[in-house]
């Protein structure tokens, strides 16, 4: 299992980025999509999480701004995120969740400026 993250970058405060994880093979196989990040300092935290039903659940901090979503036509998991915060500053990594065993992407970075 694989799973190659892309989009971060630098945003000002209020501003909006996407990121997009994309696993080997087929979105279908894997019931359960996360997104974490890790600021400087800190511990890793759960962003949001979507299953293949779509059911979905963020972290407070998060709520009302960030939407995860999956694109089966892309295979990908996406992160939108609007109205970005210094605070939401951190690398983020996709997670899944595959016959008992986790599996990371390699992080992307997210910098906003205030």
């Known amino acids: 299992v694989q799973l190659q993250a892309s989009g971060g970058g630098l945003a000002q405060a209020g501003g909006s980025l996407t990121l997009s994880c994309e696993p080997s093979?087929?979105?279908?196989?894997?019931?359960?999509m996360s997104w974490y990040r890790q600021a400087p300092g800190k511990e890793r935290e759960l962003v949001a999480i979507v299953t293949a039903g779509g059911t979905r659940n963020y972290a407070d901090s998060v709520k009302g701004r960030f939407t995860i979503y999956r694109d089966n036509l892309e295979n990908t998991v996406n992160l939108q995120m609007n109205s970005l915060k210094p605070e939401d500053t951190a690398v983020y990594y996709c997670k899944t969740t595959r016959r008992s065993n986790d599996y990371w992407g390699q992080g992307t970075l997210v910098t906003v400026s205030s």
């Open positions: 093979g087929s979105l279908y196989m894997y019931s359960l």
